[in-house]
């Protein structure tokens, strides 16, 4: 239980105690209650700037990085003093956007009642601004019981607008972070007994489109090519890809074509999702598509007709796989240690079929532990749900870790 360990240590969690009624949980609300939707550029705008308010008030630095494309709101980059440009530091990485949009109107935090006091209700109280809460929370006790803490351990932290559709814009500014990060921690939300995520699947989307010949369904039926009769041919060639013994899934998720039902239709195409657990699997995938969309009809007893569709692929990977790697486990047996003594379980989670930022980081060699925030459930869904005990613990479990970490770092 809390309450334990150095003197140090009993004071964070005392600073913690202090600020949770009375600061934490008030803020956790007005960042839940202030709309982030990822594609509603603008709404996340205001959101982040609540964040980059609270970090330049704990004396960190912020740097803005813009979407070149105009299309979510700036990542923010926050650094301590002593990470300066090119320092190699610990990072912490949460996301401020959500996938619920105003049209929803599920806006609202709402703590629950009665037995259920603990739990709060709203966009953003799992998925992640609970982490975010967690995060900006640690450093307040740890720059309140350890003044020089900023100025003599170099720490940065993360917090990107566009990851509930895949970090597309950020992606490339958290490999650039890798270079120049020790270990990574993501406060994505919490799993059942606060087992720590340290593999994920990876994903990939792939697009094939398919021309063929538009006809009188009527008058000139033999004159068309059906494009969407061409794309059922090969849909179940894709699909026998997946190998279930590997871990990877090949699901055919959306198919479009056509315009009207007397008409051959000249377009159709198909949505693929492709996971996988291994960077092994996921080129072995990426090579089947190349080979495929080279001859679609290999092997194939097709129409001659139908053989003069012609076939277009796009896409790719999008978040290769989170691996656990010998530097995963010390990472997580040293955040684990400072998780048990503040009343939290210890464990590892299994593999999660969803990504995050930590595969991107797991990809380029960092040491990176997953799903750090608090627990709940109902990701994605309008009963999330998380528990403020929870998020309590994990506020002090990781101002226990950075100071630990400080030690670590000077030794």
Known sequence: MSGGGTEVERALDAAVDEAFEARQVPFFARLVETPSHTHAKDDVEVAA?????????LGLSV????????????????????????????????????????????????????EASDLVYGPGTLDMKSGLSCM???????????????????????????????????APLVRRLAAVTTRALVFEGGR???RIITRRKGGGTFVVDVEGVSAHAGNEHDKGVN????????????????DYDAGTTINV?????????????????????????????ARRIERKFAEWVADPFAGLDVPDRLRRATFRLRGGITRPPMEATEATQRL??????????????????????????????AAEGVAVIDG??????????????????????????????LVSERLRHRS
């Open 49 to 57: 700037r609540m964040v980059e308010a609270f970090g330049e008030g």
């Open 63 to 114: 740097e803005r990085h813009a979407d070149p494309e105009g299309r979510f709101a700036d990542h923010r980059v926050f650094a301590s003093p002593a990470a300066g440009a090119d320092e190699p530091a610990l990072l912490l990485v949460g996301h401020v956007d959500t996938v619920f949009p105003r049209s929803m109107g599920f806006l609202h935090f709402r703590r629950g009642e009665g």
């Open 136 to 170: 900006l929370f640690a450093l307040d006790a740890v720059a309140r019981v350890v003044p020089d803490f900023l100025s003599t351990f170099p720490l940065r932290m993360l917090c990107n607008t566009d990851e509930e559709v895949g970090s597309p814009s950020s």
């Open 192 to 194: 059942e007994g606060d």
């Open 227 to 242: 494009a969407i009769v061409a794309l059922s041919y090969v849909i179940p060639v894709i699909a026998s890809w997946t």
């Open 253 to 281: 998720g959306l198919v479009e074509g056509g315009t009207a039902k007397n008409t051959v239709p000249d377009k159709a195409r198909c949505v693929v999702d492709a996971r996988f657990v291994t960077m092994e699997e």
């Open 332 to 361: 997580r047996l040293d955040y684990e240690a400072c998780a048990a003594a503040v009343g939290l379980g210890v464990g590892e989670a299994p593999l999660q079929g969803g990504g995050s930022d930590a595969n991107l980081l």
């Open 372 to 401: 750090l925030g608090p627990y709940g459930r109902f990701f994605h869904n309008p009963r999330e749900f998380s528990s403020l005990s929870s998020l309590r613990k994990r506020t002090k479990a990781l101002a226990r870790f």
